[in-house]
């Protein structure tokens, strides 16, 4: 498995509304891309995400680092070799390739690969 950046880093927010008021009225930041449970924001050469979602809790225990991988199919299966936990099966949306897994401390981590 070859990473190859950082991806992003994501936030899970329960309302976008709010957030979004935090983020660009407050921080000052500018969303970049919007979708109906995210909104992204690019901050010099990296990403924040903003996501609603099942698998997005808020907590206080800090945000999850996505990683991009140069190949998606041989980083899930090297992982599922490697026994890795994942929080629900890999997923498909319009921008990417993604997966959540859990590091040994129970730590998530974002499996990414951006579509061409």
Do not use: W
């Not at 990473?3 to 927010?13: A, K, L, N």
């Amino acid at each position: 498995m070859k990473i190859t950046e950082f991806s992003f880093i994501g936030y899970p927010v329960t309302d976008m509304s709010r957030a979004r008021a935090f983020y660009e009225g407050v921080l000052g930041l500018t969303c970049t891309t919007q979708r109906e449970a995210s909104c992204e924001f690019e901050v010099g050469p990296h990403t924040l995400l903003l996501g609603c979602g099942p698998m997005l809790k808020p907590s206080s225990d800090g945000p999850a680092l996505a990683l991009e991988v140069a190949d998606f199919d041989e980083a899930i299966a090297h992982l599922k070799r490697h026994n890795v936990t994942f929080l629900g099966e890999p997923f498909q949306s319009p921008i990417c390739r993604g997966a959540f897994i859990l590091d040994p401390d129970g730590n998530k981590l974002g499996i990414h690969k951006r579509n061409a």
